[in-house]
């Protein structure tokens, strides 16, 4: 246990459907992150948030929504997926204070869009 | 553009013969590197980090990685690999610059340990 969570585990849903992605953290951490995992290729950084404020999103397409309630939670809500968003969701958390650097993920989301 | 570089998509050694999985990053400056594992569906776990100090750092499960500046790499090594180390392993690092920890991922190298 890295103490990063991330419900549900598995998700499976339509194209015109609405879901989110919850993601807690429970280490004191300031910073959460979200990463796109598909098969050969690089995780993807989608969205970061530092104290609590979106600092960084990667050209994500709208239908991706994160929200960032408080510092220990996380969220990816989706919308009008496509097959091609597919992929392991990954979520993280560091403390940013340039000593420790490392990040720590949570075990992943397996998003299937039919 | 900054990027890093796993030039094997897949390692296949022995157990208990020594094993190393290749990166080469390309960064300006001094950059944090480090790497990471997946087990079967699991998330990332943090193995080791060089920030700055000795060449060679140890990290967990018997794992180390040498710093090459010259070379521009931090190979992944272990003397005696075992059947369990076999997973996705991946190379990281953090640009110098930057007002957060943004991690650089390379595209991952599945090692196969056989018995």
């Known amino acids: 246990e890295t103490g990063v969570t991330q419900t549900p585990r598995h998700l499976v849903m339509g194209m015109t459907n609405k879901k989110s992605l919850k993601c807690e953290q429970h280490?004191?951490?300031?910073?959460m992150y979200w990463y796109k995992q598909s098969a050969k290729k690089p995780l993807e950084l989608m969205f970061v948030?530092?104290?609590?404020?979106?600092?960084e999103n990667n050209s994500v397409p709208s239908r991706f929504s994160p929200e960032c309630p408080n510092s220990s939670h996380l969220f990816l809500h989706l919308h009008t997926l496509q097959p091609e968003d597919s992929a392991l969701y990954l979520c993280?958390?560091?403390?940013?204070?340039?000593?420790?650097?490392?990040?720590?993920f949570g075990p992943g989301t397996r998003l299937t869009v039919t | 553009a900054q990027s890093v570089a796993q030039p094997e998509d897949q390692v296949n050694v022995a157990e208990g013969n020594p094993l190393t999985v290749k990166c080469t990053y390309s960064?300006?400056?001094?950059?944090?590197l480090f790497w990471y594992v997946q087990y079967p569906n699991r998330g990332l776990q943090f193995l080791l980090k060089?920030?700055?100090?000795?060449?060679l750092v140890k990290g967990s499960y018997g794992f180390e990685a040498e710093f090459n500046k010259s070379q521009t790499s931090f190979h992944l090594k272990k003397p005696s690999a075992l059947v369990s180390d076999s997973a996705l392993y991946f190379c990281?690092?953090?640009?110098?610059?930057?007002?957060?920890?943004?991690?650089?991922f390379g595209a991952g190298t599945r090692l196969a340990v056989h018995p």
């Open positions: 990281a690092v953090i640009p110098p610059t930057g007002g957060y920890n943004k991690l650089i």
């Open positions: 948030y530092s104290l609590e404020e979106r600092v």
């Open positions: 960064v300006s400056g001094n950059p944090y």
């Open positions: 280490l004191g951490h300031n910073a």
């Open positions: 060089y920030i700055t100090g000795d060449n």
């Open positions: 993280a958390s560091s403390q940013e204070d340039r000593v420790s650097y490392e990040q720590y």
